[in-house]
């Protein structure tokens, strides 16, 4: 039994809840500044408004203003905040860290400093002191875990990554459940790479669903644009390796859990390929960005991101101007304003 | 402009038609003694009745009965067969065969010799005369193409695989239009492994959607067992990949068109992912095959020759005991009765 501190309670970080409780670990979920209203909700009617479910019996909650008091005799730290909050968080944990404290990360998405694409746990570590960030090994979680499933222990496999090993197997171990299995890697890298950009993938399978009821076609329909749709869906996995490959990944990476896992499910049940049938329906950005109700877009985050690190990566003789068609392709559409028009005859080298 | 001849009148052989009239090229399409029905409907009406509609102007259909009518001047010719035709195609095919020429191939499976997996296009190859076997070079097509799709001209992404360089240029320059997306791969037994694997595999990711219904979960959910599927969807891959790895092909096929591309596809609009639900949702392997009205199975067929296979390649020191627990699963399901049970815990080398 370890005492357990998740810091976000966000549909993700508060899912995680659930194997750290039926493993038998104390669990404080801490909201953010912008988890108020979920907490409050929490402690009145023990269910997550995101979620619709409550947790096991076991977990305190706790608002951002009690963080003190939640930190109390921390074992093991869980961050369960968006890409956009990592810095805070590290800043929020700062306080507390001490060397070897196991920190697991659930965020997903990459940093551009200008002239590297940087990896969310390197980003984390820069916001601790400079004497543990040798000293703090964070292990990062990808593979498609939708949260409201894994919070009703449907089976799940994900994927822990990290840069040491003794760290990786520990977190492993400490959350592993009959419906949560957890493999564990190494390749923090191409994983990592993986997570971050199968949002932005996820919106252009999308795409095809859109078209095809923009042409009259029915949803659900066997006879479909499923072709265009698998068709996208293979292109992505190819630039996801080739972007692994940039990173300093392992070759594979995107066949894998955090790749090709994760971006099937994100295809299935997100928020991110609604989105991106509204484009392929043919909403402008900011249409169908008002169609979703003030959800994150990390799609757009990521597409912004790596698509606008594209120029320095190929001055710096790193990428080809023929590679990436799609992810070219998803950036005039989200930062350019460009009409949905899938480049099929530049895909896979062509 | 070229004398087409495509043998076969199932759905994929006459979808494959219309690329081949929208190029320009004529086009006899000859029924097997399957086809009857086809034929007749398509003489009478213009409509295939798989396919719900009509190929463009300018297609002449034959039953088998004519195929030295329809074979008068022929150029290259297409064979869309199934798996258990693809001897029979051989032998009809050979009278007319002569050196050099094309011969493209929809049909996706594998034969197991007793000690070999053997590619379809050399299976055809031994029912041709011996002095033209190495005079011919078949071209398999793979990828995630629903004929229904192709048929009403949906954009699609195919690879065309080969040993000849160029009989492969030539066939898919033959083929290739502003929505049916040829590229061309010397990978003959990594995407072949794949085209045949998916079926297998789709019937398995389609065991999550049966098992959230047995559970009283609704269609189309979002929350669903979402993360169930996208997990066996990656060990599916990485499954193909080590079966193309025995086969001699390419590293990286299964994360191709012919692998997650098809995959993804047949999850999505297929049979195949129909049957696995029902046997998610608690149907015996009979029941399961009652439900689906008499459609052809590949799923089954692949399923038993490779299942059927592993004992030997075990033997031959060329597999181990713990490798392939998800193909090991669908055996136990297709072949020996045993309930949809997948055993998450040795996925990914556990």
């Given amino acids: 039994m370890a005492n357990v501190v998740v810091l976000g309670a966000g549909m993700m970080g508060t899912a995680l809840c659930v194997p750290l409780l039926d493993r038998g670990h104390r669990v404080h979920l801490v909201g953010t500044h912008l988890d108020g209203e979920i907490i409050r909700a929490m402690e009145e009617t023990g269910v997550h408004p995101g979620l619709g479910c409550a947790l096991p019996p076991g977990a305190r909650c706790f608002p951002v203003e009690q963080l003190d008091r939640a930190m109390e005799g921390v074992e093991v730290v869980a961050l369960g905040v968006s890409s956009a909050g990592v810095r805070w968080a590290g800043r929020a944990l700062a306080p507390f860290a001490r060397p070897g404290l196991p920190v697991l990360l659930v965020s997903k998405g990459l940093h551009w400093d200008g002239s590297c694409l940087r990896l969310l746990p390197d980003v984390l570590l820069e916001e601790l002191p400079e004497t543990l960030r040798a000293a703090i090994h964070p292990v990062a979680i990808a593979g498609p875990c939708i949260a409201g499933e894994l919070a009703r222990r449907v089976e799940s496999c994900v994927v822990f990554s990290g840069r040491e090993a003794a760290v990786l197997g520990q977190l492993a171990a400490l959350v592993r459940t009959g419906y949560y299995h957890v493999r564990t890697s190494p390749d923090l890298p191409g994983n990592e790479v993986c997570a971050a950009l199968k949002n932005a993938y996820a919106m252009a399978v999308g795409f ?16 479909a644009m499923h ?3 698998a068709a996208v869906f293979a292109q992505a996995l190819g630039e996801m390796e080739r972007l692994v490959r940039l990173a300093g990944g392992a070759a594979g990476a995107a066949a894998g859990l955090a790749g090709a896992g994760d971006l099937m499910v994100t295809c299935q049940g997100g928020r991110t390929g609604r989105f991106g049938r509204w484009l392929g329906l043919g909403l402008t950005l900011d249409e169908a960005i008002g169609q979703m109700a003030g959800a994150t877009l990390e799609c757009l985050e990521i597409i912004r991101v790596v698509g606008g690190a594209l120029p320095a990566l190929q001055a710096a003789g790193l990428l080809a101007t023929d590679e990436l068609p799609l992810l070219r392709h998803l950036y005039a559409v989200a930062l350019g304003g460009t009409a949905v028009n899938v480049p099929f005859d530049r895909f896979f080298g062509g």
């Fill in 208 to 223: 095809g669903t859109g078209l095809h009821q923009r042409r009259g076609g029915a949803a659900g329909a066997s006879v």
């Fill in 227 to 229: 072709n265009y749709g």
